[in-house]
């Protein structure tokens, strides 16, 4: 579980240092989604990252 954590973490720092605050606010956006088993804010994260990924 610690490796999963560790991958999730540096995942993050990636998508911050490439993609700034809005990668951010994305990724914790998708996570809090995830965790909650909110649909609407795992799809809104989701939708951001694939903008910026696309851009």
Do not use: D, W
């Not at 999730?8 to 700034?20: C, I, K, N, T």
């Amino acid at each position: 579980m610690p490796a999963l954590a560790l991958c999730a973490f540096a995942f993050e720092q990636l998508v911050q240092y490439r993609y700034g605050a809005a990668g951010a606010v994305a990724f914790g956006m998708f996570t809090v989604g995830h965790k909650a088993r909110n649909t609407t804010f795992t799809c809104v994260g989701l939708v951001v990252i694939a903008l910026l990924l696309a851009h």
